[in-house]
């Protein structure tokens, strides 16, 4: 991968993790950021078969979830026991959208394109 790819990721990355961090405090409500108000979930994927983050966490009820492909490679999106309620899916550097209502709770995000979820395609959604 060249580096100019490697420099765009992780910029991005740390721009999810900032908007992330920005909101994970709780009780200062009036910091937060879009994202959170709009309960929307961003997973990042690229052509390394990974996403952005191990971990991420949104408030039970309806759930949002924009899945991002920053490359060209074919992914897609499940949650491990929800497979019939949620498949988003992607490929060069579309973004899918998708709902799905979740009760609090730990959930395992993956890609079930063959040889993905090993590669590291697979997060923990902590609903909460
Ligand atoms: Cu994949």
């Known amino acids: 991968m060249d580096k100019n790819i490697k420099l765009q990721l992780s910029v991005l990355a740390s721009i999810v993790i900032l908007a992330l961090s920005s909101c994970g ?12 108000s709009d309960g929307v979930v961003r997973v990042i ?12 966490t949104a408030s039970p009820g309806v759930v949002e979830i924009e899945y991002i492909l920053d490359g ?3 992914h897609n999106l499940l949650i ?4 019939e309620d949620l498949v ?12 799905i209502s979740l009760e609090p ?7 079930d394109i063959a040889g993905h979820r090993e590669a590291g395609m697979e997060a923990q959604l902590l609903v909460e």
Request: aromatic share 12%; with cysteine; net charge negative.
């Open 88 to 99: 988003l899916e992607v490929e060069n550097g579309e973004t899918a959208t998708g709902s």
């Open 105 to 111: 709770g730990r959930y395992i995000l993956y890609c």
């Open 25 to 36: 405090g709780g009780t200062t409500a009036s910091q937060s950021t879009p994202e959170q």
């Open 72 to 74: 060209f490679q074919a």
């Open 45 to 56: 994927a690229d052509d390394t078969q990974k996403f952005d983050q191990e971990r991420y």
């Open 80 to 83: 491990e026991g929800f497979e």
